[in-house]
């Protein structure tokens, strides 16, 4: 049974940071492209970023560049998102997503989700 479990949310004050963690089981890891989405509340889910199997390339939404930064531990089977310099407008649940490494990275094409974990940014 695959599982993607998000862990490193909360409350944090504009201009802080936070590192959300991302550990999966039950698949082969590396066949992955991993990535997060985030939803706000009343809004709909968004893609935010994406890393390749590798790790060798990643993809940013316009939102995120240059403040959160992707990697990946494919020896540990985990995906990290370090946030840094967080904006109340990055308030929302943020799951993490595996697409199989042969298909475009969206939300279309994510095989596995997991159950989110939500981010509180107070002005």
């Known amino acids: 049974q695959v599982q993607l479990l998000e862990s490193g949310g909360g409350l944090v004050q504009a201009g802080g940071s936070l590192r959300l963690s991302c550990a999966a089981s039950?698949?082969?890891?590396?066949?992955?492209?991993m990535g997060w989405f985030r939803q706000a509340p009343g809004k709909e889910r968004e893609f935010v970023v994406h890393i390749t199997w590798s790790g060798g390339s990643t993809y940013y939404a316009d939102s995120a560049k240059g403040r959160f930064t992707i990697s990946r531990d494919n020896a540990k089977n985990t995906v990290y998102l370090q946030m840094n310099s967080l904006k109340p407008e990055d308030t929302a649940v943020y799951y993490c997503a595996a697409v199989p490494r042969s298909l475009p990275y969206s939300g279309q094409t994510v095989a596995y989700w997991g159950k989110g974990t939500l981010v509180t940014v107070s002005s």
């Open positions: 039950g698949l082969t890891f590396s066949r992955y492209t």
